[in-house]
Structure formats: structure tokens, C-alpha cells
């Protein structure tokens, strides 16, 4: 039975997990406040990423920091002279 099909029949059920939903609506409050405390919180957040995901490799982890650091210099005013 295809997805469609039980969605069609029951359009009342959501296919969603609410405590996951929840869980990750606190991970993503949490990525926020730390994205504004600034380049001071990287430590905490790289302790962060590895507890959400323990397995995660070099390349993956060296990926979100450098989205970390690109999402804290984007919300920095522009210091450049004029």
C-alpha cells in the first residue's frame, strides 16, 4: 500500500512522530542560541553535534562547523571601512 493510498483512506492521521517533532524543534533552538552567542560558543556546539549524531565523520562534522561559522559572520554587522 503506497503512502497515498493511506493517506487517502484515514486523511485524519499525521505520519509524523510528535515527541520527535518536539525534540527537534529544542535541537534547532538550540543551534540558534548558540549561532547567536557567536564564534565564543563553537566548542559547545561541535560537544553538541557530536552528541546528536556520535557516528558522524570528519567530512560531515568539518561541514556543519563551516556552516556554523558561515551562520555567525552572516548575522555580524559589516565592519568594512567606506
Request: aromatic share 8%; with cysteine; glycine share 4%.
Amino acid at each position: 500500500m503506497t503512502k497515498w493510498t493511506r493517506t487517502r483512506r484515514d486523511p485524519e492521521r499525521t505520519y509524523c512522530d510528535p515527541d520527535e517533532a518536539k525534540k527537534l524543534r529544542r535541537d534547532v533552538q538550540r543551534v540558534k542560541e548558540l549561532v547567536a552567542k557567536g564564534l565564543d560558543a563553537e566548542p559547545e556546539y561541535v560537544e553538541f553535534i557530536n552528541k546528536l549524531n556520535p557516528g558522524m565523520g570528519p567530512q560531515e562534522r568539518k561541514r556543519l562547523i563551516m556552516q556554523f561559522r558561515d551562520a555567525v559572520y552572516a548575522q555580524q554587522p559589516d565592519l568594512t571601512l567606506r
